[in-house]
């Protein structure tokens, strides 16, 4: 979708620029500074969504000046960002590029970064609204926020606001997400902190509650009446390509189950808001999460299954197994994949099974939700050449193809009652264009408007812990024997597949 297009598009629907602000970004020499966020920044100000007086300061250890950090942007945005990218967009972006050396440690880089960020105030008429984004490793993010409490940079006064943005993981388990929690909010109210995800950002995911709550035929079957089990699968290609230090201290359960795929289950299950207000939205969400039921330690062997990929193929290259991987450890026990069946204990969805998988090294990448409903009753063809019936599947596919598609039964043309399946497609592209942007810019848009509808709460947080929690306990205390046990470029441990089969069900076989 060309620039102009984009432009009246958002203006067409309403969408209000962004507040005034300066955006801090800590860790802002990383791998998501220049792959994502500055991007997506470009992204909202080609789409008229930046704010004018608005201006960006970088914080790392590293030495640069601000020239030295345009320059490297520059670079970044050439290499990362839409193409082409617009030299005259880009002209106005740079000169609002800022950069502050330091150790997030030490107290007096916040002193030095108040000073500073009064500094690009007056240079860029911004008002003194601050939006801190930690795009650091995970132990820096209760420090921060404690520096930036102890400078007076959480203060709010009059119409100022105080932001902060936090990327996952929040926390390695339940009691650690429960003191982070704590810590942070010592110094914040809830209303400024914006845990993001983002997953919730991609336009499918948005699209739920329209798709659910502004079409009358679909809401009245979306329970346990008509459907049979919902499906939710997260599929990376890629290994843990530079992250395996990380990696092999997290593993896929913690990686991924907690935010994203329990973010997608609270959006499928969630009962209908009172209205879009941030609150409303996220009351909904969080009951989701809160009537998971956690798996029983016993139930963790029958309904939860762990794998690490093997070397193997994908695309037709050779590539090497998990335990090869850079600052992977060659006897490491760490899971690249996780599935599991939970249980939603309220009135809609009781009886019915949602089965995740997610991992590393998979045969696609893909992300998707499978809405599979039960099968009509075969009485009426009982006389007929017909042997079965198929069951109907909605499928929201999150990424790489955005889109929605519907799977039923229509009679093949023939003499013969022969029934054959029909599949509608709808991808987003085909209807509404192709939009450049990757998902993080409606995200960082509402951190600057002060919409908390997609961020997750403390509740939710805890919440989403308290479900993997069991799982957590029983894999640790029983170390698997069988790792690797399934070679990258498959699905995943036919272990997985075993879990559905034994109650007559199957994964997605097409994604």
């Avoid at 079965?388 to 003499?415: T, Y």
């Avoid at 170390?479 to 470029?489: S, V």
Wanted: proline content about 6%.
């Amino acid at each position: 979708m060309a620039v102009e297009e984009q432009k009246i598009q958002s203006q067409r629907v309403g969408v209000r620029p962004g507040d005034p602000c300066t955006l801090v970004i800590f860790g802002a020499a990383g791998d998501l500074t220049k792959r994502l966020l500055v991007p997506s920044l470009y992204n909202l100000h080609a789409s008229r969504l930046l704010p004018e007086k608005f201006a960006v300061v970088g914080v790392t250890a590293a030495n640069f000046s601000d020239e030295d950090f345009r320059q490297k942007l520059t670079r970044d945005i050439q290499e990362f960002g839409p193409s082409p990218i617009q030299k005259e967009l880009w002209d106005w972006f740079k000169p609002r590029i800022y950069y502050h050396s330091g150790d997030f440690r030490d107290p007096n880089l916040y002193t030095q970064l108040t000073d500073k960020l009064a500094a690009v105030d007056k240079q860029q008429g911004t008002p003194g609204s601050y939006l801190f984004y930690l795009a650091t490793a995970p132990q820096f993010f209760g420090e921060i926020v404690k520096q930036l409490g102890a400078a007076g940079l959480s203060r709010e006064d009059n119409e100022l606001w105080r932001r902060t943005i936090i990327e996952k993981p929040f926390g390695r388990d339940l009691e650690s997400a429960r003191a982070l929690n704590n810590e942070i909010m010592s110094v914040l109210d809830e209303s400024q902190i914006y845990r993001i995800d983002h997953y919730q950002g991609k336009e499918t995911v948005q699209n739920m509650m329209v798709f659910r709550f502004g079409n009358g035929i679909f809401e009245p079957i979306w329970n346990r009446r008509y459907v049979d089990h919902i499906q939710i699968t997260v599929g990376e290609t890629v290994g843990v390509e530079q992250r395996g230090g990380y990696y092999d201290t997290a593993g896929a359960l913690r990686d991924m189950i907690p935010n994203h795929t329990l973010q997608l289950v609270a959006m499928t299950a969630m009962e209908p808001p009172i209205s879009f207000d941030s609150q409303a939205v996220r009351d909904e969400k969080a009951k989701v999460l809160h009537a998971v039921q956690p798996l029983s330690p016993e139930e963790v062997l029958s309904k939860a299954v762990r794998g690490q990929y093997g070397p193997g193929t994908l695309n037709e290259e050779a590539v090497f197994g998990y335990r090869s991987e850079p600052q992977v450890d060659p006897h490491s026990v760490t899971e690249t994949f996780v599935a599991m069946e939970l249980q939603i204990d309220n009135w809609r969805w009781a009886g019915v099974p949602f089965y995740l998988r997610t991992g590393k090294r998979l045969a696609e990448r893909a992300t998707e939700i499978v809405i599979q409903f039960k099968r009509a009753p075969k009485l009426l063809f009982r006389d007929t050449e017909v042997e079965s019936l198929s069951a109907n599947q909605l499928v929201m596919h999150i990424q790489p193809d955005e889109g929605i598609s519907l799977r039923f039964s229509a009679k093949v043309p023939g003499a013969q009652m022969n029934l054959g399946a029909v599949n509608m497609n709808m991808k987003y592209q085909d209807y509404f264009g192709a939009a450049p942007w990757i998902g993080y810019e409606t995200l960082l848009l509402d951190c600057m408007i002060g919409d908390q509808t997609l961020f997750q709460r403390a509740d939710m947080v805890e919440a989403g812990w308290r479900v993997v929690a069991p799982l957590l306990d029983v894999w640790k205390a029983l170390p698997p024997r069988d790792f690797p046990n399934y070679a990258a470029g498959t699905w995943g441990p036919k272990e997985a597949d075993h879990m559905l089969e034994r109650e007559g069900r199957q994964w997605r076989a097409k994604l």
